[in-house]
């Protein structure tokens, strides 16, 4: 009996291990803390390891487990919602800044400066917005693989990209008014 688990541990593992770096950053786009986004991806791996031969038989498995990833998380964000216990939730960012990269420090302040606009810009998003922005255009999923994660049709999402995307431009607007060059005309008296 202990080879056949072994067996199949090692073929879950097989499985998995391609897809954890991707899980975990698109549980973490999601939730917004270290912690939450190991619980989540812990919760689905807990949930995935007895559907091992039907995960076998899935030809595109990333968005599959994206999909289970997802589910999982609006399930917990009800859960939550429903609890009478209000937690603290950590908005203080949705990324991880990296500064050695080889730009001079203007522009790596530069990129802090737009990095801190964008994680506020993306807090005022709602649920929906920021999880339909965070899949396409950080994480990198298409729409039809979106369409397979959330259950939504083709037409649906891209209007909802389009809004969110609006959005995105209209909060980033109110947090910089003016653009670079203007504030440079403004200071030069120009």
Known sequence: MWPIKRSAHTQFEQLMS?????????????????????????????????????????EKLSPWLARVLYRQFIDKLRRDQRSPVDLIIDESSF?????????????????????????????????????????????????????????????????RLNRARSKLREILKEVEPFAAYERVKEVRGL
């Open 95 to 159: 990324y991880e800044t990296k500064s050695d990269n080889g730009q001079q420090p203007s522009e790596v302040t530069e990129s802090e400066i737009l990095q801190k606009k964008i994680d506020y810009a993306l807090t005022h998003l709602n649920d929906d917005q920021r999880i339909l922005i965070m899949l396409h255009d950080v994480e990198g999923y298409n729409l039809e693989e979106i369409q397979q994660i959330q259950d939504v049709p083709l037409g649906t999402l891209k209007s």
């Open 18 to 58: 391609p897809n954890l770096k991707k899980l975990y950053r698109l549980a973490y786009r999601l939730t917004g803390q270290q912690h939450e986004a190991e619980d989540l991806v812990q919760d689905v791996m807990v949930k995935l390891y007895p559907r091992l031969d039907e995960m076998q038989k899935i």
